[in-house]
């Protein structure tokens, strides 16, 4: 079976501060990495992918992740954080169905 | 390019009414999935369809059932609605499945139901 951890329901960080949204998975199959971003009232934006190849990737809005297989974690990572970047972010394990963390919560503060 | 759109953006239904969502997929895509987001939660899988086929189902009742369109489009049915059937319900759209690579999803902005 498949599954998504997402670590921290929320975390909050002050403006330009550097950022880290955690994300285990399990699974016995291929591996397909996702993270989607949700802010308030609206569907999910793609950030980023892996699929296969260098484990380091680069997305949107000055995001990456790193694919980790030995410690099966998908992390979030940005430098410098905006207050614009306040959303909801979701790590999602593909396949045929995307099966999805619960979701962190990013608070930026000024 | 046309993204993935959904109607209605809202609805409120009562307890044991039956719903249609619809979804119009993104251009060149030809692959629909479903997914309910609970308050609070991360997005479930319901099913997908590829080519007007059902291929592949989540763990929901049968009284959930869907549709493809040949133009690809397609609608989410929900009979003898529940109180727990509240939700966002997104549609997402891929180019394609069985080319052995996997086929990043795109997400529509998603209906809001309330059942009352």
């Known amino acids: 079976a498949q599954s998504v951890t997402q670590l921290d329901s929320q975390v909050p960080v002050f403006e330009e501060a550097p950022v880290e949204l955690r994300c285990n998975y399990s699974?016995?199959?291929?591996?397909?990495l996702f993270w989607y971003v949700q802010y308030p009232n609206q569907g999910l934006q793609l950030l980023l992918k892996y699929l296969s190849g260098s484990t380091l990737v680069k997305g949107i809005n000055g995001f990456e992740a790193e694919f980790n297989k030995s410690q099966t974690s998908f992390h979030l990572r940005k430098p410098s954080v905006h207050i614009s970047d306040t959303a909801e972010y979701f790590c999602a394990l593909g396949g045929n169905k995307l099966v999805f963390g619960a979701g962190t919560i990013l608070r930026v503060k000024s | 390019e046309t993204g993935v759109t959904q109607s209605p953006t809202h609805l409120i239904k009562t307890r044991g009414q039956q719903v249609t969502l619809r979804c119009s997929s993104q251009?060149?895509?030809?692959?629909v999935s479903w997914y309910q987001q609970a308050l609070g939660q991360g997005p479930q899988f319901i099913f997908q369809y590829y080519r007007e086929e059902e291929n592949g189902r989540g763990n929901f009742p049968p009284r959930f059932s869907g549709l493809q369109f040949p133009n690809y489009s397609s609608e989410l049915n929900v009979n003898a609605l529940e109180l727990d059937d509240s939700a966002l319900y997104l549609c997402?759209?891929?180019?394609?499945?069985?080319?052995?690579?996997?086929?990043?999803?795109?997400f529509g902005p998603g209906t809001r139901l309330l059942v009352l």
């Open positions: 997402a759209s891929s180019s394609g499945l069985r080319t052995g690579v996997e086929e990043t999803q795109y």
């Open positions: 699974s016995s199959v291929s591996v397909y």
């Open positions: 251009s060149g895509h030809n692959t």
